[in-house]
Every structure is written in C-alpha cells, then in structure tokens.
C-alpha cells in the first residue's frame, strides 16, 4: 500500500507564494511519473504539473512562469513553488504519484488534497 500525503497548501493575498509538497511512502520499489492536479469549486479536476522520472516537464498554459515543479527522487518527494499566486489559482490541489512495485507492474496513487485560497 502506498501512501500519498500533500502539505503546504493556506491562504495567500494575490501576489505571494506558497511552497506546495507531496510524499509518498509505502511500497515503492521505483517512482514513475509525479504530477500536480487542482480542482476549483464547480470545476473538473485539472493538471497543473507533471514532472517525469527523467525530468521531462509539463504545465498547464495558466501557471507558466509562474509555478516550478521539482522532485527529490530519493526522497520520493513532489514540490510545487508558486509564485505571482491569482484569484483564480484558488482550488483543491492534489499530487498523482505513479510507481512501481516489485514485481514490476505500475501503479498511480492520489493524495487527500491540500487547500490553497488567494484573497483578491
């Protein structure tokens, strides 16, 4: 069983940052692709950012240059910094961990979600 747990999330005048983290812990024999999703009131659930085992990136058009997503492998660890934070960044947002056990098959795990408001 693997365990998903994000931090980090609070409210934030429009204009500021948070630092946003993602562990997951468990039975991992290796990490695959980690990724950021949000999900705002009345909204379907969006990717902000992926961040491949290789490094490879991808962002959502509305948080390019201003969000940096980057993990620590060894600590199986996902962060997202956010800066010139707005309004409509306000949402629930979620990290997707895929991974692999030891026998080899893949598997994708959600953490619990962590809150961010942006006060206009």
């Known amino acids: 069983q693997v365990h998903v747990v994000e931090s980090g999330g609070g409210l934030v005048q429009a204009g500021g940052s948070l630092r946003l983290s993602c562990v997951a812990s468990g039975n991992i024999f290796a990490n695959n692709d980690m990724a950021w999703y949000r999900q705002a009131p009345g909204k379907q659930r969006e990717l902000v950012a992926l961040m491949r085992s290789g490094g490879a990136t991808v962002y959502a058009d509305s948080v390019k240059g201003r969000f940096t997503i980057s993990r620590d492998n060894a600590k199986n660890t996902l962060y997202l910094q956010m800066n010139s934070l707005k309004f409509e960044d306000t949402a629930v947002y979620y990290c997707?961990?895929?991974?692999?056990?030891?026998?080899?098959?893949?598997?994708?795990?959600w953490g619990q979600g962590t809150q961010v408001t942006v006060s206009s």
């Open positions: 997707y961990a895929e991974y692999y056990t030891v026998d080899y098959s893949r598997h994708g795990s």
